[in-house]
């Protein structure tokens, strides 16, 4: 597991590969946890390779990879905050904006990371032509709006 990340730190696409092969090996050759049966299930191997696993995917462009891992660890912990946040950028990158606001929605405010969730779903609702909605999320976020219109782009996690 160590050496993903240490390839996933590389920041290029070769250590990117690499640390995907790692993350793909052990996620292949750990226990599934069982969510009513597995203490701690965030803490298991098999979770945190696929999560890992799904954050290189997303840096890597390759965002319906990123969604399967992240669509699993979201059946895995159906109440995590960061599953649900990251959730919200690769259904984002997909184009999947009724989607990507629901689970941003689903987030309390109290998140740490609220910031970056309302920043997803402003983008969401710009790309969706909802300005009005936009606005608001963009200023609940601190960051200036999308312009209101469809335009390619990348969601941010």
Request: charged residues 25%; neutral net charge; contains cysteine.
């Amino acid at each position: 597991l160590m050496r993903g990340k240490a390839y996933g730190l590389l920041k290029t696409s070769e250590g990117r590969s690499r640390a995907i092969a790692d993350f793909t090996t052990v996620v292949e050759r750990s226990t599934k946890p069982v969510p009513t049966q597995t203490a701690n299930i965030s803490e298991s191997q098999y979770w945190r390779a696929l999560n890992d696993r799904a954050i290189l995917y997303f840096e890597d462009g390759q965002f319906q990879k990123c969604y399967e891992d992240f669509f699993t660890l979201l059946q895995l912990s159906p109440n995590s905050n960061d599953v649900k946040y990251n959730l919200t950028g690769a259904l984002g990158a997909l184009a999947r904006y009724d989607e990507a606001i629901k689970i941003g929605l689903e987030i309390p405010e109290t998140y740490a990371e609220i910031k970056g969730v309302y920043r997803n779903i402003s983008y969401a609702y710009a790309y969706s032509l909802k300005c009005t909605e936009s606005e608001k999320y963009a200023k609940l976020a601190g960051v200036e709006p999308k312009p209101c219109k469809s335009l390619d782009f990348t969601f941010t996690q």
